[in-house]
């Protein structure tokens, strides 16, 4: 067994996934020190009001005929100006990342031109994940290829970001 699972938590909507209980159960006994739990993995719901100049994230996702989606969005109603530089910042990092993306170039490549865009902004801590990932028709099917530091897969023709 993996010690990187240990004390570990992972959260699967269940309902949502399709996962009957005994694969759960049956994932749990291999992984004893990960605990499976019931819950949104990302964040949880809140009752919230969206008030003026008040930046809000939203993330919905959907499934039809078998394909999946997940989509994110971040929005202001009003003004806030940090969550503007912040955006635009968001676009600089983008850019830079599509015009790295071709056949023969690593995923960490990929990733360090995003985060050389951060790093000549001079903003400390705005960014504390990966670039991209892999995924597929079904949101399941995601593979595992990563635009992180230290990914050594290799982007090849016919690859679709």
């Avoid at 202001?76 to 100006?81: A, E, K, M, S, T």
């Avoid at 056949?103 to 995003?114: E, H, K, L, M």
Wanted: charged fraction near 20%.
């Amino acid at each position: 067994m993996p010690t990187s699972f240990e004390g570990k938590r992972i959260g699967f909507e269940l309902g949502c996934w399709n996962l009957a209980l005994a694969d759960v159960n049956a994932l749990q006994a291999r992984l004893p020190g990960l605990k499976i739990a019931d819950e949104l993995p990302h964040a949880s719901p809140s009752q919230h009001p969206i008030c003026n100049n008040e930046p809000a994230f939203l993330e919905i996702g959907a499934s039809k005929h078998g394909y999946t989606v997940g989509t994110v969005r971040c929005a202001v109603l009003g003004r806030h100006p940090e969550a503007e530089s912040l955006h635009t910042l968001a676009e600089e990092v983008v850019e830079a990342l599509v015009a790295a993306v071709k056949p023969g170039i690593s995923a960490a490549a990929v990733d360090a031109a995003g985060r050389e865009v951060l790093k000549r902004s001079g903003r400390k801590g705005v960014f504390r994940h990966r670039s991209g990932y892999q995924t597929g028709i079904n949101w399941t099917e995601r593979g595992d290829l990563s635009l992180e530091p230290g990914a050594s897969d290799i982007l090849q023709s016919g690859m679709c970001w």
